[in-house]
């Protein structure tokens, strides 16, 4: 949980998305508008929280249709 705090951190701050699922390895997210630029500040938040924290890891999307 405190590898993807950002991204909870982020949806907290907006309208434009939230995250609807925790899973035990992700989240599941609707992005209501601004999908691309969203998930690319997700993407770097968490990255570079994971590096911070010395964890090896960076985040993949899936979509789901």
Known sequence: MKLIFPAFALANQTEDFKI????????SVFF???DK????????????NAQLLGIP???EWEEIN
């Open 32 to 34: 209501r508008r601004y």
């Open 57 to 59: 890891a960076s985040l």
């Open 37 to 48: 630029g969203w998930r690319n500040k997700i993407k770097v938040a968490i990255d570079d």
């Open 20 to 27: 609807m699922l925790f899973q035990h390895d992700g989240f």
